[in-house]
């Protein structure tokens, strides 16, 4: 509930206020959105397993779980670096700013997001389900993992495991190379700055940002990229944070650590 109203409160904020019209908080509304569609994916179903003591799930709502659990953090994380993208642009050309970032590319911008996540998703989503299976059908986690339920098929599933493996490390490890040149462009146009003031409020404008990505990255490569080295209950515990820690804090990060927001908050109150 608090993920949902928290997430929630941000979209209407920057619906509602006008001065929340940019392009910044364009992408910040649609991270909200899909944190909101990863968290009603997954923690219903978990929720209902967790009451009721029914563990079961049908072998057609797992996979759509899998498919779309993927789908949305794919999605996300090529989101998360076209911010970075926004955040650069911002600092290291402002002048520029409104005419590179006209509402035209960041439709476009958003639209690559989505289409990028799809393609990536697509085809292990298709393979994973020709896979037979035949005798366990026990996955020892909390939702269905597209890794976990591979382990189940009695087929060799090495050539599936290796495009799994090979399109997430493409999403995470491409997204994160450009989220990080992106950073090193702004910091490195942010120290020179004349004054201390200037680069504190650069600073502060990208700090919300950094923070989120540091949370979502590193859970995500652990639990996708590097899951064979770690015990099962670690792996669990890391999908946690992606699942439900990122989606619950995002709202705190975003909102309590940026003045705009803090502002169309007590004016959205009033």
């Known amino acids: 509930l608090v993920i949902l109203v928290g997430n929630l409160l941000i979209i209407a904020l920057i619906l509602s206020d006008r001065d929340l019209h940019r392009p910044m908080y364009f992408f910040l509304c649609n991270l909200s959105s899909l944190e909101i569609f990863i968290t009603t994916c997954i923690i219903p179903k978990t929720v209902a397993s967790l009451l009721m003591g029914n563990k079961a799930i049908s072998y057609p709502a797992c996979l759509t779980q899998c ?4 789908l ?3 999605i996300e994380f090529v989101l998360l670096a076209v911010m970075s993208y926004d955040r650069y642009v911002a600092i290291c050309y402002p002048l520029q700013y409104p005419m590179l970032m006209n509402s035209q590319f960041c439709v476009q911008l958003l639209l690559g997001s989505w289409t990028a996540g799809f ?6 989503t298709v393979l994973v389900a020709r896979l037979p299976f035949c005798n366990d059908n026990h996955i020892d986690h909390f939702f269905c993992d597209s890794m976990l339920l591979i382990k189940l098929s009695c087929a060799d599933t090495q050539t599936v495991e290796l495009i799994s493996f090979m399109t997430a490390s493409i999403i995470i490890f491409g997204s994160l190379v450009m989220t990080a040149m992106s950073y090193l462009y702004i910091i490195n146009t942010i120290l020179r700055l004349p004054s201390a003031s200037s680069r504190n409020k650069a600073f502060s404008t990208c700090s919300s940002h950094f923070t989120f990505v540091i949370l979502g990255y590193g859970s995500c490569i652990f639990q996708y ?6 015990h099962t209950s670690y792996y669990k515990m890391v999908a946690l944070i992606s699942t439900m820690v990122a989606p619950l804090m995002s709202p ?6 940026n003045e705009q927001m803090k502002k169309a908050l007590k004016v959205g109150l009033k």
Do not use: D, K, Q, W
Request: glycine share 4%; proline share 8%; aromatic share 20%.
């Open 72 to 74: 949305l953090g794919n």
């Open 252 to 257: 705190f990060i975003f909102s309590l650590r």
């Open 225 to 230: 990229v590097l899951p064979s080295s770690h």
């Open 119 to 124: 393609l990536s998703t697509i085809v292990p």
């Open 67 to 70: 498919y779309f659990y993927s």
